[in-house]
């Protein structure tokens, strides 16, 4: 449930609860075996959602939850009779005089339980919920002693609220300020004395990902603790930009209570590249002197920004870094090496970057990409995305175009005149012109929907890749250098006539076998040679004779 009118104040989550009587079936006293049993717990505030009143916390139907029995196997129980803040749990478990639950069950190897401590996992990314937390969330814990059935359960750890009042927010991330502080990840709760402290592994980070609307509250759930470091608030915005907001002061997050973080808006947050993009850029430029922020975010004040024009350097690697979004590379003006491929960008904007000459953006998720300013651009390597269109045309430089593997339906090649490499294979296009292309050595274009191909002015041609389509002829006489080619294998198993020397037949049969699935459906058309075909022959120079 959505939780509605809740303070701005710190609020209790006790999740305290009184038991009916237990329910055993088909069991005599003594037995060791696990038999069917019925635990209940309830009363004002229990468990997996928050109530209307934005203070209880009610069980969902369904839920599960752990409960340890003196045996090696933890027994998993699930709510059934659910009212509210009231649950009956029913599983199996064996007979015996203390039983200790924790919420919520699972059996993925990072809960343990006993009757002397918890150990378990609080997730440092968790999924947004509007007016709440996500299902499986807020650890509890209780304790039956003397063969009781009746569970009071307790929460492990606290809330943490904000407002949003930003446009097109998809995650959120609260940062403790110093390293040593844990808010996620593996804890260990001790019973005897009521402690919860962090194991190796912890966290100092949360993260909240999802779809946030405008107006709504959101709860991160977090390890308690006093953070006297601070604390340190980001959110992802539209366009992919980075927000963030610090403080130094001491912040408290207590067990069963609500933390009022405040309002996410633009007004009282600065603009800052996100953490992965500025470790990034740290390992790659050494020398730039930004200052970071506690969570590794790069704020864009004036100081910042003056270090990035100064030391940004011509060439950044940013390869499989795991970067969701590069806001701000708009001001590295300087750089004329760009490589972020393997990541997880879905925009990229690198219209300010006009000094550019190699940009590598393959395998992200980009579904636009505007290079049109980059006229100095040399190579351009933006495959494996969802680009639907590409406009390269006013790229007079281009010597490397690689834009495989997108969902272009066309691409204008016809004035590059300087390139080399050509790779447009696994689109959907139907016609590719490229008889003015007379520098070419490499064209890869299978894979697409082709019903011709003019080769014939691409005398440098080396390679030719042009299988998967749906043409039915294809004439490389006047290729004398081309000796890679895969031509088959034509859509809707169409038999392609491949028009070629006799003087060369016995090179293409064997280049034609060696890639037999890629050539398949081929039928050769052998002409005889003309006599220069191979060479120019010699002619009169037209002077006078040496010796006369």
């Not at 060791?32 to 505030?45: E, S």
Request: net charge negative; aromatic share 6%.
């Amino acid at each position: 449930m959505k939780a509605k009118n809740m303070t701005i104040a710190a609020l209790a989550l006790l999740l305290a609860a009184c038991g009916n009587e237990e329910i055993i079936e088909n069991n005599e006293s003594g037995s060791t075996g696990k038999v069917h049993m019925t635990f209940t717990a309830g009363m004002p505030q229990t468990r997996t959602s928050l109530g209307e009143d934005g203070h209880a916390v009610n069980w969902t139907q369904g839920d599960l939850v752990a409960i340890y029995d003196g045996t090696e196997t933890i027994c998993k129980f699930e709510a059934t009779e659910v009212s509210g803040s009231t649950a009956t749990l029913e599983g199996e478990a064996k007979v015996t005089d203390t039983y200790t639950a924790f919420y919520p069950y699972t059996d993925d190897g990072t809960l343990t339980l006993d009757n002397t401590a918890i150990t378990f996992t609080l997730p440092a990314t968790q999924t947004a919920t509007a007016g709440g937390f996500a299902e499986g969330l807020n650890p509890s814990w209780a304790q039956a002693t003397d063969g009781s059935k009746n569970l009071t359960f307790h929460n492990l750890c606290a809330l943490a609220k904000f407002t949003v009042d930003a446009e097109g927010v998809t995650e959120v991330t609260l940062t403790a300020n110093q390293e040593s502080d844990a808010l996620s990840g593996g804890l260990t709760y001790t019973i005897a004395d009521g402690t919860l402290a962090a194991n190796d592994g912890a966290s100092r980070s949360v993260t909240l990902t999802g779809t946030f609307t405008k107006g709504e509250e959101y709860y991160f759930v977090v390890a308690p603790g006093m953070l006297t470091g601070g604390i340190t608030l980001n959110y992802m915005g539209e366009g992919g930009k980075t927000y963030v907001k610090t403080t130094q002061k001491e912040v408290t997050f207590a067990a069963g209570k609500i933390t009022n973080l405040g309002v996410l808006d633009i007004a009282n947050f600065t603009e800052a590249l996100n953490a992965a993009f500025a470790n990034a850029v740290k390992e790659s430029n050494p020398n730039i002197g930004w200052r970071a922020n506690p969570d590794g975010t790069v704020s864009l004040d004036e100081d910042n920004k003056l270090q990035i024009i100064m030391n940004g350097g011509t060439f950044l690697d940013l390869q499989n870094k795991n970067i969701t979004s590069l806001a701000g590379i708009e001001y590295f003006t300087d750089l004329e090496h760009l490589d972020c491929m393997g990541n997880q960008l879905t925009t990229l904007d690198v219209t300010k970057l006009t000094n550019l000459k190699n940009l590598f953006c393959s395998d992200n998720q980009l579904t636009t990409l505007d290079v049109t300013k980059l006229t100095d651009l040399e190579t351009l390597d933006c495959r494996g995305n969802q680009l639907t269109t590409l406009d390269v045309t006013k790229l007079t430089k281009l010597m490397f175009l690689i834009c495989a593997g997108n969902q272009l339906t066309t691409l204008d090649v016809t004035g590059l005149t300087n390139l080399k490499n050509l790779f447009c294979s696994d689109n959907q296009l139907t016609t590719l012109d490229v008889t003015g292309l007379t520098n070419l050595t490499d064209l890869e274009c299978n894979g697409n929907q082709l019903v011709s191909l003019d080769v014939s002015t691409l005398e440098e041609l080396k390679i030719l890749w042009c299988h998967g389509n749906k043409m039915t002829a294809l004439d490389i006489t006047n290729n004398a250098y081309l000796g890679d080619l895969k031509c088959g294998n034509q859509q809707d198993n169409q038999q392609l006539t491949l028009t070629l020397w006799d003087t060369k037949k016995e090179f293409w049969d064997r280049m034609l076998d060696r890639y037999s699935d890629e050539n398949s459906n081929v039928t050769t058309n052998v002409i005889e040679a003309p006599v220069n075909a191979d060479h120019d022959g010699y002619e009169e120079d037209g002077g006078e004779p040496v010796l006369q």
